[in-house]
């Protein structure tokens, strides 16, 4: 069974940081790249950061270049976002989703969300000022 499960989430004071993990399984990890994403209350969907298993490229949207990293273990099959500076306008649902193929900035679009092969549940963020 295929699965992607996002954790690390929960309830943080702003100015902290958090690490959240897309830990996957059921599939061959090292063909795909993985995005995460997150949505807030009433906003759009936004994309973040992907990474390519097979190579460890990464890109960023120029919203979070700075504060947030992105990394891959791949003897553990899992995608780690590591946030920094936390403010709580970052207060969202952080999702992992995967697509089969070379890493791609287009991945974090709605159209490259769409287009992702599986897809994480997600996991609450909330930060209070």
């Known amino acids: 069974e295929v699965q992607l499960v996002e954790s690390g989430g929960g309830l943080v004071q702003a100015g902290g940081s958090l690490r959240l993990s897309c830990a996957a399984s059921?599939?061959?990890?090292?063909?795909?790249?993985i995005g995460w994403f997150r949505q807030a209350p009433g906003k759009e969907r936004e994309g973040l950061s992907c990474?390519?298993?097979?190579?460890?490229?990464?890109y960023y949207a120029d919203a979070v270049k700075g504060r947030f990293t992105i990394s891959s273990d791949n003897a553990k099959n899992t995608v780690y976002l590591q946030i920094s500076g936390l403010k709580p306008e970052d207060t969202a649902v952080y999702s992992c989703?995967?697509?089969?193929?070379?890493?791609?900035?287009?991945?974090?679009?709605?159209?490259?969300?769409?287009?992702?092969?599986?897809w994480g549940k997600g996991t609450l963020v909330t930060v209070s000022s």
């Open positions: 059921g599939f061959t990890f090292v063909d795909y790249s």
């Open positions: 989703a995967a697509v089969r193929g070379p890493l791609n900035p287009r991945l974090l679009s709605d159209a490259g969300y769409y287009g992702m092969d599986y």
């Open positions: 990474v390519s298993f097979s190579d460890g490229s990464t």
